[in-house]
């Protein structure tokens, strides 16, 4: 959040401008300052979940969207404040300044004082360092970036939303909805309007979640505690640090038969090496990304089971969590050129879930780095055209806060070649 005294709301004629920049101008003997914002406060946004959230985020490039989310993995559901940035426009701010700070960016009797040459100099040095100054404000406050409620959930029912999975076309979206029951949802879009949400025809009877869609459209793959043998109880997983009766979970396939969907089929042990496989995400060529806990520490570390003919390679440990820290959700692109995940880790605070980014070079994974400016969320989705990031966080605009699914422009978060 933006935690920056006296902060001044950018302005849409000079916008993205610092916010300790002045213009100094002599009157007389004394330096005056008119500042390139005219003022705003921020306030502090307390965390419902105090206990579970201590601590605030630390100021970021000066400004940074507050998108609160305190969560103990899947153990406690999210919580974060509504999604919008600290900082605002407000050209009437700048004229009147009604905000408790100095009008003196336009005030009369400072103007008559000065010469027309000391304006001129004066406005002239704003103008030379103005594009320099855009050039390092340009995330933090760029209000294209801020994160947004995905558009039909302000008319879908109460509930916690999650991993957005899209068809290739972008007309249907499967969905993990919580609410007493948990499943997987889906809707479709006809006419620019998102349906009400129904039960996918693969779901409804166990805890089916985390969808994610083959980039080709062709097949689905989600999480589910339905047991391996049929009248077997349902899976108990592993997460949160301890034993979750009844909430495990191993990744199954469900394919694509004309307009519908087949029966789910479980994936091959080599996948499924567990009863706590979460959060997969498919990759071009059909290779398999997902979380398990770490032999060792016990904690949320990514896996890549490499495709082939007849199945799947052993899964294989990446470079992006080394089981000290938790990573998880992984989402990835096509040609994997580039993941998002979630994790616990510098710079997030205690409880707190960032999300970051990784490059693979050369056949390496860089050193992940969080999003710029960072936000906080888990159940990365990217859309089938890699424009827009999606993600859940909590929305406390109604009575009753939920986890819902949030978006964002990619390419104000990740550069991309």
Known sequence: ????????????????????????????????????????????????????CAGYRSPHAGCSWSLRT????????????????????????????KTGMSNRLFAPHLLRRLSITRISLAFGFFLVAMPAVLSKAEAAANPAAAPSLFQPEAAWPGGNDSAPAFSPDGKTVFFTHRDGAITIMMATLHNGRWSQPQVAPFSGQWRDIEPAMAPDGSYLVFVSNRPVKAGDAPLTGFFGGRSQPGAGGNIWRVDRKGDGWGEPVRLPDSINSNSAIYSPAVAGDGSIYFNQPDPL?????????????????????????????????????????????????????????????????NGKWTEPQA????????????SPDLKTLYFEADDATGSKPYGRIFQVPLHAYIPLR
């Open 70 to 97: 305190c969560r103990c993995r899947r153990s406690l559901r999210s919580s974060a404040s509504n999604a919008r940035p600290d900082c605002r426009p407000a050209f009437s701010t700048l004229i009147q300044g």
């Open 297 to 361: 520490t016990r904690k949320s570390h990514v896996y890549r089971a490499q495709a082939k003919r007849n199945g799947f390679e052993t899964p294989v440990a990446l470079s992006i969590s080394d089981g000290s820290h938790p990573g998880y959700d992984v989402a990835v692109a096509p040609d994997e050129s580039f993941l998002v995940f979630s994790a616990n880790r510098v710079p997030a605070e205690k409880d707190q879930s960032l999300l970051f980014v990784a490059f693979r070079r």
């Open 371 to 382: 999003l710029d400016p960072h936000l906080e969320g888990i159940e990365a989705r990217l």
């Open 1 to 52: 959040m933006c935690n920056v005294k006296s902060l001044a709301e950018v302005s849409p004629v000079f916008p993205r401008i610092p916010a300790k920049i002045g213009i100094y101008i002599d009157v007389g003997s004394a330096r005056n300052v008119i500042p390139a914002y005219a003022g705003m406060t921020s306030k502090k946004i307390v965390p419902r979940r105090r206990l579970q």
